[in-house]
């Protein structure tokens, strides 16, 4: 019986274990930095032999530390490596991706062309501008101004506009004139008024002023329009 082969473990995968092993190696670095306090706080009550072995297992917890380290370093360098691949997969999974659609767009782009036809849409065009053309030309046939003629000289035009210029020049002289109902009467001035002699009454002063003229009712005439 064929085993199945299990599918090959993704970049997800393996960088999430690379990262597990890297924290794992930091905390196994960080152990030994504790162990080495621990010792250097020992070296400094202690003297001869017992010293001595202290320095000694001192020296294989560093050797310990500088092993964790450097494997830390290679750890993290394949994360990087690891990192990188994801990184250039995605963009290459992106860039099918762009050329697929692209592709897809060509297609339904040709397609959509084919369904175009340049010849009618010229004819289209040249149909729009007849369209216009005649547009134009029932406008002005509406303009068309009645009675008027046809062919009219522009010298004979410029001269009667200069003959009415002339007139209205003379209508405005006239105008300024008075009429002549506002002009001076020649009616002769009204005789003067005919002096009464005052007779003296007593009591009463006598005015020296001459009597107005009366007219045949007895009531005071009305004087006559003089010039001023």
Same mark, same amino acid.
């Given at each position: 019986?064929?085993?199945? $082969? ?5 970049? +997800?995968?393996?960088?999430? *274990?690379? !990262? ?5 190696? !930091? ?13 250097? &706080? ?14 000694? *297992? ?11 380290? @450097?494997? *830390? +370093?290679?750890?993290?360098? @394949? ?45 289209? $065009? +040249?149909?729009? =501008?007849?369209?216009?053309? !005649?547009?134009?030309? /029932?406008?002005?046939?509406?303009? *068309? ?8 000289? &522009? =010298? ?6 200069? =003959?009415? &210029?002339?007139?209205?020049? $003379? ?12 002009? %001076?009467?020649? /009616?002769?001035?009204? %005789? ?12 009463? %002063? ?6 107005? =003229? $009366? ?10 329009? @003089?010039? @001023?």
């Amino acid at each position: 019986v064929k085993r199945e $082969q299990k599918p090959p473990p993704s970049l +997800d995968d393996a960088a999430k *274990r690379m !990262d597990g092993r890297v924290t794992h190696i !930091d905390e196994k670095i960080r152990q030994c930095d504790e162990e080495l306090r621990r010792y250097r &706080e020992q070296l400094k009550r202690s003297r001869g032999a017992a010293a001595n072995g202290i320095k000694k *297992r001192a020296m294989n917890t560093l050797k310990r530390k500088k092993m964790y380290e @450097q494997q *830390r +370093d290679q750890m993290a360098s @394949q994360a990087f490596n690891i990192e990188q691949t994801s990184f250039a997969l995605d963009t290459a999974k992106e860039t099918m991706e762009t050329v697929s659609a692209m592709k897809a767009a060509n297609t339904s782009l040709r397609s959509e062309y084919k369904k175009i036809d340049i010849d009618s849409i010229e004819d289209l $065009q +040249d149909d729009l =501008a007849d369209m216009m053309y !005649d547009m134009n030309e /029932v406008q002005e046939t509406l303009a *068309r101004s009645y009675n008027t003629p046809d062919e009219l000289d &522009e =010298a004979d035009l410029e001269d009667e506009l200069a =003959a009415l &210029e002339d007139e209205w020049d $003379q209508e405005g002289e006239l105008e300024g004139e008075m009429p002549a109902y506002l002009q %001076p009467s020649s /009616v002769p001035a009204a %005789p003067a008024a005919a002096t009464v002699p005052a007779v003296a009454v007593p009591g009463i %002063p006598v005015s020296a002023e001459p009597m107005p =003229a $009366q007219d045949e009712f007895g009531l005071p005439a009305a004087p006559l329009a @003089q010039q @001023q």
